[in-house]
Each structure stands twice: as structure tokens, then as C-alpha cells.
């Protein structure tokens, strides 16, 4: 008896972009990153229909990070404070895909750094490296205003993909965005509702919907995983059913939102084995489950989960050509 | 002046013996209306006991700011608020509720307070649904009057014909009148034998429906038939609006509307529950709507010189909250898992018994509802819409402080209710008001951001009624003043202003006796909010019963919003389906128009009750998909455009 056909196939597909721009494109990148095209789910349909292989961007930040535990400053201890150092390191010895430089030295709280600061973070690392970059602000509407619309002036023509916008703060960098050429970070609190919502308003501004990454919020394993994972999945469900509005590829934070789990990082726990080890599969648990809902970008921080969701990547995609 | 005050305040924790016992004056300008009341007493309260009528949507929790008034002398304690800016401060603006008073005081009532009752809109719209209800003119229910007054001459006893009084008058009325089961009250009974007697066998005998079984009323002598009316009542909970009929001939000869005075307990009746059960203050509350029907009652009757004694039947629907109010029933469950009423099905009662003036043995009847949330002025509404008649499935919506959603045909009916809030009767918006003199019904903005608008009774504007505030969320986000979220969009192309509240849009300019009039975020988001609250719940039912747009084949939108409401605004901004305009139809108050009918016609009862007793509620708190529905509504007009080819 011959085994039934269950394949589904889908009318809609997922947007296919390419971030950064090479030297013919106007830009300085050395390579360019493509993204999205699939037109099943993970793991369904023919493998011509799996669209391009999700990627990993490395995060390096603007300002040497206080919080950081031992496990995770320890690969990056003497680039800390030199993001463009840090950003060649991720690339040369990690196997970057992309740079998502986190400004996070800009928020009032955390260094309170001005315009120029960042402005400078971002020359070094576009200098430092030739993959594409993701310029990402600090959550602060007010100052990422302020400061975020310089930082992609410096990087204007370079393609890169800078966020985050929100339904209620979204025009001013919306507006740079396309006056800089460049990708846009679109972001919702685990609500899928919200998430089209802001797609909606950003392309009612004229901004491209090709031009657009979505980022639905990411929740680690054991804090909320199975929000973004059944978020991540309706979007991917939404964008083959032929919704335009969410059609647009994923990217989720990884790094920062692993680390900051307890069994991630607390060292007094001998039942809970060593923590060199715990950081970097905590992260690499929460990166493959995330890929399998549909992530296009996955954020991350340790090199050694770096490593591992790589290697995954490449023997689920591996009959990609 | 707020420094000594606070000097004051310091010496409150050393109240002496005297204090205890002082009593002070309160006097409240412009009106002069003054009131004693003891020390310390709080002057909202103070407020409500001279009956003065201050706007309180917190109930006196001190943090919706709305009961504000100047204190021009006297000694009085203000607790703490950030909801007074320093300007406020200084000029002695104090929030009623948060203060007490020490001393015989002087408090001006600002004048965006006033009430200014005599006003109150029941005009146009009261006339277009006055007349005989539909349902009776098509012929739907045959005109049988709750009560009425039969003249019956009975050939007097004799000899041969020996039956008692009281059968003799039975066997007359039930040649005119089909009455299997009659019934007669003590003190009438002892009456019958002098009345007949008196006059000849002539008399007029007033016979009331209660179920199956029909009382005899009032008998008199002599040919009354002429002099019966009755008054039907819409117990809203802003609004309480009455209409005399005159039973002869069924048609209504006046109305009259009066602001709910239990709202000085809060502006929703989930604050009143609270409230009444917090002070066990439930003999107030009905105290005060008997009070609001009673004056009704008797501004009508004298208006048409009628005598109370010739009204022999009132009618009542309302939100189930209310008439649990009315009768003074346990209301306190409403709001409280599992969320039930005391009763659905009120029997017919004395009107007297609850303190209505009319005929002391006159009848009160009241509609029938179906959940805590759904009252009779929802199944009003369906009776007067007649979509339990039809093949094809109409929607019925009524928009007040809960959003009542209807769907359904001859087949079934379900219904839910969202708490949309206040905002399209005037209530949380800045400068909103409820549908009376002054306010704005109708608002354009041009293409350059000019305003054009039409106040009710041509006056200068006071406010923005429900029909106003439709008008202008839809103008905002058509013009591009706002985005689909509903902010302001600030990119420079029309004024938006910075007020207390944050970012603004001016719709009317003020002068130096006039206040301007602006929409605020905060009213936009209220807006929005309410206007999704309303388009989840169609989404509800409408997926819940695998209803399409196009099955639907007539929505009936309810409510006290204005005369001129365009109902095309409500598809723009998202509040109703996308359907065809010519489809949607806009009924005013189909509650006092249901509670006609049911005056009008013991079937049209016997239908109310089936329609409570057939209608599925559906809990959109315990829905699963409500959030979700509600969410992808709070935006302009949706977020899946595609449900409103006509507007995205």
C-alpha cells in the first residue's frame, strides 16, 4: 500500500530579502545575507519549498556589558569594550552570519551615551566586518528617536536592518529607515494582532512591506517559549495562507533573553551540572525550537551555542543547495 | 490659601468634642441651594443630599477628576491628587469627593457640571419612534392593553335573575373582553355592591392582565372609559425616559427624559452595585429612580392636565442591573460570579409598591431578561426590530454604557454584551455629554482641517454627544489627522496642541465666555476601545453561529447618540460590519419602544418572554477568542482590512 500524500501545499510565501549591500549595490559589505522564501513550515512540503537557511546574528554591543555572566564574557573578554574587535571576532572565529550591534549604552539608564557615541560604534563595526549589519536600538522611545536616525544615516546604503518599531513608536525611525535604504524591524509584545497592526501602519507611511522583519518578541525556554513559538508559527501560518501584511521573514532574540534565565547563569547549583555548560544549551535549546516555528534570524550570544544551532541549521537545510 | 489648608489638615487628628457635633453649612453656587450637614462630611456627598448634581464616573474613588468645584470660602481638608494642576490649586479647585468640610462653606459648581434637566433630548428621535409601535400598527400583536377600562351596563338584578354583584359585573365584562380566570381584590369586592347600586348598573371597570389571570382593578360609575393612560418607561442608566399613552387609542401624547440620579454613585451600574452595597445604601437607589419615574410621571400629567389617578399602568425595560434597582431586588450578584440575576421574569405588581405615583392599584409590569448582562431593553429591542420574525438574519446592536449585541432570525437568537464603557454616550471623552442641548450631533473636518458642526438646539456648543463623537473619530482617521491606531499623527499637517492631557486636536475655538472644545488621545483611545468592545462581540456571535457578512441582511443600531447619526460612520470607523449602507438602519430607543408594545398587547409579553427565555448568551469573559477579537478591532477600522473593502 503506497503511503498517502500529506503534504500540504500553500497559495502564500514567505517574503525573500537581502540584507546588506555590496560594493555594486552602493554599500561597503564584502557579502550580503538572503533570507525567507519558504513556502511550507519547517520540516513540510518539498525541500525546494523550504526557502532560504535561517541565519545567525551575533550580538555585539556598543558598550562593555556590566551584567554579563562569567560564562558568557569569558569567550569575548578582551573585546568587550572594542565592539569593532568584537564584531571580527564573532565573524572570523565564531561564524557570524550577520552583526547585530545592540546599542544598549544608549538608554538613560545604562551609560545614557549620546548621538555620537553611536555613531561611532557603528562606522567601527561596518569597518570591522563586511557581513551585513542589524542596528538595534535600546528600548528607550525617546532616546532611540533621537539617536537611532544618526545611526542609520551612518549606515546609510548599507542595507542594514534596524529596528525596533512599535505601535506606538514607529514614525520617526519608519521615515529614516526608508530615506537610509534600509530594513526595517517591525515589533510586537507576543501579539499577533499588534504585530499586523504595526505592519499595517508602517507600509501606510509608504515603507515597503518587502523591506520588512518582523520581531514578535521572544520568550526562552521555560519563560514563555510556547508564546513565541504558536506566535512565530501563526505569522508563518498567516504569511503561506497569502496574508501580505505577515508575510514578512522573523527574527527573535535569542542571546539576550537565554541569559537571562537563572538556570542560564546561577552558579550555586551543583544538581543542575556545570554552569560553563548550562548558558550555552539553555541558548541553543531556545534558538532550534524557535527555528522550527519559523525564525528567520535568530540572535545570539555564546559561541558554543553559536556552534551547535549552526550545525542543526545545516542538517535541517541540508539539502538545500 | 492651599497653605493654610494644609496647616488645617495637621490639627485633623485632634478633632475636639465640639467638632464631633458641629454642623456646617454648605452652600452651593449658582444654584443658591444650600444643605447642613455635619463636620467632616464629604462634599460630593454633601452635593448629592442638596441634590446638586456633580459628574462622578469613579463613584467617589478620587481618581477620575470629573467632580471638580471652587471652594469660595470656608474651611475645608482636600486629601492629596495629582488630578488638579497647580493653576487648579491655586484657584482652590478641590475634587468634591476628596474633600471634607470644616466649616460653613461657600462651593461654586462650574458650570460644565450642569445637568440642565429640563433639556434633555427626547425630541425628534422621541417622535420618529413615538407613534404606535410597528409591531402593533403591522398587525404583529393585536391591541390589547395591559390594562383598560371596560364600561359595562348590566341589567340590574330581579327576581328570576338572582345573581350576585360581583358575578353579574364578571359575566358583563367577559361579554367584551375574554377573561377566563378573573380575579378581584378585597377592598374592591366590599366596593362592588354600593358602585352598582349607586349607579344604576352602569359602571367602568378597570381590569388589568396578570399572566393568565386578570384582575379587576378599579370599578366606578358612570362611563370612564375615555380616562385611561399609562406611562412606559426606558430605565437607562444615564438617562431614565418615559412616554404617556394614551390607552383609547394607543397613541403617545408627550415625553419627557430626566437624568438618572442614581449617577452620583457612579456613572456605570456596576459602581452603583458596589456602591449600595458598600453603604447599604439599596432603598436610596431605588428611592432615587422611583423618584426620577415619579417626577416623570408628574411633569407629563400635568403638562396634559391629567389627573395621576386616570394613569393606571406603568411599563418598564431597562439594563437588568435597573429594574433590579426599581424593585429593589439583590442586585449585588450582577457582579459577581456566576454573574446571575434575581429575576428574569418579573410578575405584573402594584405600581404603589414600589412607590410609583400613579392610580394606588394601578399595575407596574416590567420586560422580561435574559442574563445579568442582558436585560429587558435588550429584548425590547428585538421585539421592536421584529428580527425573531424574519426568514433572514438581522443583527441588532445597542450602544450604551455595554455594548448589547443581538444576532439571529425566526430560527435563533443569540446575544453578548461588551463593556464597551461610556464613551458614545458622552462619558470618559473630555468634553463628551449625553444627547442634550448644545451638545454637537453632527461634525465635518475638511480636508484642511476646518470644522464645521451642528449643535442640538442651534446653541453654542457645550460638548459632543454620541452622534458627534462618531462623526469625529471617523473625520479624524478619514482626514489623516489620526493613524489607524488611532494617534495622532504629528506630522505637521493639522494642529494638534498640547493640553493638560496630552496631545489634542481642537475642534472649537473658545473665547471668554466659552469653553473650547477639543478631542483628547486619552477620548480617541476611549473611543476606539468601545467601538471595538462592540465589533469583537458581532465577531463572536457572528463565528459562533458561522454567520457571513453576506447572510446578514439588516443590523438595527440602537442608542441615545443624537438625531443625526450617520450610520455610515459607524462601518468607517469599524463599529459595525461592512454591509451595504442601505442595509443598516438606525432605531433610537427601541427599549421604550419594546416596553410600548408590551403595553400595548399582552401577546407582544408572551412574545417578550419567549424571545428572553429562546435567546443563548454567550460570556465574552470566558470566550476564548473574545481578547483576540477584541484586539484586531482596536484599530481603524480593522486589522484584517480586508473585512471593510469599503473604508481600507
Known sequence: ?321 | MRCYLQQKEFGLGKKTQDEHGKKCLVRFEPSGLKIEVPFGTVLLEAAHKAGIYLSSICGGDGYCGKCKVIIDSGQFHSRPTTLLTQDEMREDVVLACQTTVLSDTTVTVPKSHSLETSQILVGSDAHRFSQLPAAVRAGLFEFDAQVRKVYVEMSPPTVQDHTADHERLYLAIREQVEASTMQTGFRILQKIPAVLQNSGYKVTATIGRRGECTELIEIEEGDHRAKNYAVVVDLGTTTVAAHLVYLTDATTVDTEATYNSQINFGEDYIRRIIYAEENNAFDEMQNRLVNDINSLIVTLASRKRIDLQDITTVVCAGNTAMVHFLLNLDPTRIRREPYIASASFVPPIRAAEVGIQINKRGLLYCLPSVAAYIGSDIVAGVLTTRIFTKRGISLFADIGTNGEVVLGNKDWLVCASSSAGPAFEGSGVKHGMRAGAGAIEKLIIGEDGTVEYRTIGQTYPAGICGSGLLDTLAALFTCGIIDRAGRFKTDGRFKITEGDEGMQFPLVAGDDSHQEIVITQADINNLVRSKAGVFAAIRVLMESTQTKLSDIEAIYLAGGFGNFLNVRKAVTIGMLPDVPIEKIHFVGNTSIAGAKTVLLSQKAMNTAEEIAKSMTYFDLMSHTGYMDEFVKASFLPHTDLSLFPSVA
Open chain 1, 1 to 321: 500500500m503506497p503511503v498517502p500524500e500529506v503534504t500540504d501545499s500553500f497559495a502564500g510565501s514567505v517574503n525573500r530579502i537581502t540584507l546588506g549591500a555590496t560594493k555594486d549595490d552602493g554599500g561597503t559589505r564584502s557579502s550580503t545575507v538572503t533570507i525567507g522564501g519558504a513556502k511550507n513550515v519547517v520540516y513540510g512540503g518539498l525541500v525546494e519549498d523550504a526557502g532560504e537557511t535561517p541565519v545567525v546574528a551575533m550580538d555585539v554591543l556598543d558598550s562593555k556589558p556590566e551584567d554579563w555572566p562569567e560564562a558568557l564574557v569569558e569567550p569575548y573578554k578582551d573585546v568587550l569594550d572594542k565592539p569593532g574587535d568584537w564584531a571580527k571576532k564573532c565573524v572570523e572565529e565564531f561564524g557570524a552570519d550577520l552583526i547585530c550591534v545592540k546599542f544598549d549604552g544608549i538608554h538613560p539608564d545604562k551609560g545614557d551615551k549620546g548621538a555620537d557615541h553611536a555613531v561611532k560604534v557603528t562606522e567601527e563595526v561596518l569597518k570591522a566586518v563586511g557581513v551585513p549589519l542589524v542596528l538595534w536600538g535600546c528600548g528607550n522611545n525617546e532616546k532611540d528617536n533621537e539617536v537611532m536616525p544618526k545611526v542609520s544615516g551612518a549606515a546609510k546604503g548599507e542595507k542594514c536592518l534596524i529596528g525596533i518599531v512599535e505601535e506606538d513608536n514607529y514614525k520617526s525611525l519608519t521615515a529614516i529607515a526608508l530615506a537610509d535604504g534600509h530594513f526595517l524591524i517591525t515589533a510586537a509584545p507576543l501579539d499577533i494582532n499588534i504585530a499586523k497592526q504595526v505592519n499595517i501602519l508602517v507600509s501606510d507611511m509608504g515603507f515597503p512591506l518587502e523591506r520588512i522583519v518582523t520581531f514578535q518578541s521572544t520568550g526562552a525556554l521555560g519563560y514563555g517559549i510556547e508564546y513565541a513559538y504558536s506566535i512565530q508559527e501563526r505569522q508563518r501560518l498567516a504569511a503561506l495562507s497569502g496574508d501580505k501584511m505577515m508575510a514578512m521573514p522573523v527574527i527573535c532574540d535569542v542571546g539576550y533573553e537565554s541569559w537571562r534565565a537563572k538556570e542560564a547563569k546561577m552558579e550555586d547549583a551543583p544538581g543542575w551540572g556545570a554552569v560553563a555548560d548550562r548558558g550555552p544549551m539553555w541558548e541553543t535549546a531556545t534558538a532550534t525550537c524557535l527555528l522550527q516555528a519559523g525564525a528567520d534570524i535568530i540572535r545570539m550570544r555564546h559561541p558554543r551555542a553559536v556552534a551547535t544551532v549552526k550545525r542543526f541549521i545545516s542538517k535541517v537545510w541540508k539539502n538545500k543547495g
